[in-house]
């Protein structure tokens, strides 16, 4: 089993920045991929960014490019989410999840987060 505990949401002005961590714990694995996904009220759950865990490879939907950097440190098996120039529509509960290969597609991850809420006020 893998567990994984995100961290680092709030509440934060339009035009702000957030720093979202992501520690795993349990079984650990040096290839596949950690994704960030996130869901607004009344949206389904939406892919934000992922990184190949062993080649660092990475990817990043359309809404995000240019203001979000996904990074790893396998040393400290920790994902990062840095949220610059954040929008009121970013905000949502933004989930962390861990994958055996390289995907961006939320039903091929196999662990999930709890889940940290991202508030960009206007």
């Known amino acids: 089993q893998v567990q994984l505990v995100e961290s680092g949401g709030g509440l934060v002005q339009a035009g702000g920045s957030l720093r979202l961590s992501c520690a795993a714990s349990g079984r650990t694995f040096s290839s596949g991929s950690m994704g960030w996904f996130r869901q607004a009220p009344g949206k389904e759950r939406e892919f934000v960014a992922a990184?190949?865990?062993?080649?660092?490879?990475?990817y990043y939907a359309d809404s995000v490019k240019g203001r979000y950097t996904i990074s790893r440190d396998n040393a400290k098996n920790t994902v990062y989410l840095q949220m610059n120039s954040l929008k009121p529509e970013d905000t949502a509960i933004y989930y962390c999840?861990?994958?055996?290969?390289?995907?961006?597609?939320?039903?091929?991850?196999?662990?999930w987060g709890q889940g940290t809420q991202v508030t960009v006020s206007s």
């Open positions: 990184i190949n865990r062993s080649a660092g490879s990475t």
């Open positions: 999840a861990a994958a055996w290969i390289w995907t961006i597609r939320p039903h091929d991850y196999n662990y």
